[in-house]
């Protein structure tokens, strides 16, 4: 059974509801259409996902879900031969892993992940100008309660790149949010260009897929701090620094495996130190995942859930509008407490 399941959402969701003083929920979702998400994934690949799991029942695959049987390993692949006849062999051509099985719902729930957390990044927007506006008339401070959106979202999006699958990763939610603050014609940044982003990637793994998609780009800025040498193991290496345009625009941050929270807090501050407070965002999303708790079953740093909370009040005193989007945690029992925490800490409270 995946780690990746449902009771993920409650966990968190019951968290969030048990602190009505620091929360506000809404169910409410707007439908952005397949335009945002085209603008980060190959329609190709959309193609593949929408209709996979039709196509490997009718050619007789198990029902359980659609799984590849062979990956072109880069030693073994010849260019030439890589588009494939049947489902199964797409689902190599589209899937680097073993982890991202397709079901009946599989597509319908990356969709939805994707429109919720779409529909997170509009009121980012919407609270993002009230906060700017705040600041320009002086009734604002700067710096002091920056305006936070949370996206409570699963499937996880970190490492699905522009036209594959992984690591129980479909579509990349917080690529699609990114690409589409920037489209906004009418969204200036402070610069008078479009709204520049900085990503901070917290989860424990590496996530390829965001850096992958904006690798040769200098907005957004992507940074991550994850284990070294686990999952998805040949990405995220600190020589990994972009490339073109985007050369010196992806920051990766490398942590040995039994990394504590007084490590890993003074490391996350240097990173917003030294790489996201210089590139003057407008705008701050976080890929969160909190598998870096020390009980996850997956993964995990000895991270204590004390350590959440000053992650929160890191992010918080680069003053600026976040929109937090949930990736990974596996740990059930103190995943709500976790999430909680970096979101607590966020609006200047403790867990
Ligand atoms: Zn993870």
Redesign the pocket.
């Known amino acids: 059974m995946s780690a990746e399941s449902p009771n993920r959402r409650e966990a968190i969701l019951s968290y969030l509801e048990e602190h009505p003083d620091s929360f506000e929920i809404t169910e409410q979702v707007e439908d952005f259409g397949y335009d945002p998400i085209k603008r980060v994934h190959k329609q190709d690949f959309l193609d593949y996902l929408e209709t996979a799991y039709e196509e490997w029942i009718l050619e007789g695959g198990h029902p359980n879900g659609v799984l590849p049987g062979t990956i072109p390993h880069y030693k073994v692949a010849r260019l030439g031969r890589l588009k494939a006849a049947n489902c199964l062999a797409k689902s190599g051509e589209y899937c680097f892993d073993m982890s991202a099985v397709i079901t009946k719902d599989t597509f319908k729930a990356a969709w939805n992940a994707a429109q919720v957390t779409l529909t997170a990044t509009k009121e980012l927007v919407r609270v993002g100008h009230v906060y700017e506006k705040g600041q320009a008339d002086g009734t604002v401070n700067v710096g002091s309660d920056p305006p936070g959106i949370y996206a409570l979202v699963r499937p ?1 999006g970190h490492h699905a790149q522009s036209d594959v699958c992984g ?1 129980y990763c479909f579509l990349n939610n917080i690529a699609i949010a990114t690409q589409w603050l920037i489209d906004q014609p009418d969204l200036k940044g402070k610069h008078g260009g479009p709204k520049k982003i900085a990503i901070l990637d917290v ?3 590496h996530g390829n897929g965001t850096q992958e998609i904006f690798y040769t780009t200098s907005n957004p800025l992507y940074t991550s701090l994850h284990s070294v040498d686990d999952y998805p193991y040949f990405t995220g290496s600190d020589q990994e620094c972009g490339e073109g345009e985007g050369l010196g625009f992806n920051v990766n941050i490398p942590l040995h495996g039994a990394t504590t929270d007084d490590e890993y807090l003074e490391k996350f501050e240097k990173l917003i130190r030294d790489h996201v407070i210089p590139y003057d965002a407008d705008y701050i999303l976080v890929s969160l ?1 909190v ?1 870096t708790y020390k009980d996850d079953p997956i ?1 995990g740093f000895l991270l204590t859930s004390d350590a959440y909370p000053r992650m929160g009040k890191a992010i918080r005193e680069i003053g600026l509008p976040t929109l937090f989007v949930q ?2 945690g596996y740990c059930i029992e103190k995943l709500g407490l976790n999430v909680g925490g970096i979101l607590q800490g966020f609006i200047g409270k403790s867990a």
């Open positions: 996880p690591g989860d424990f793994h995942g598998d993964a990736e990974g």
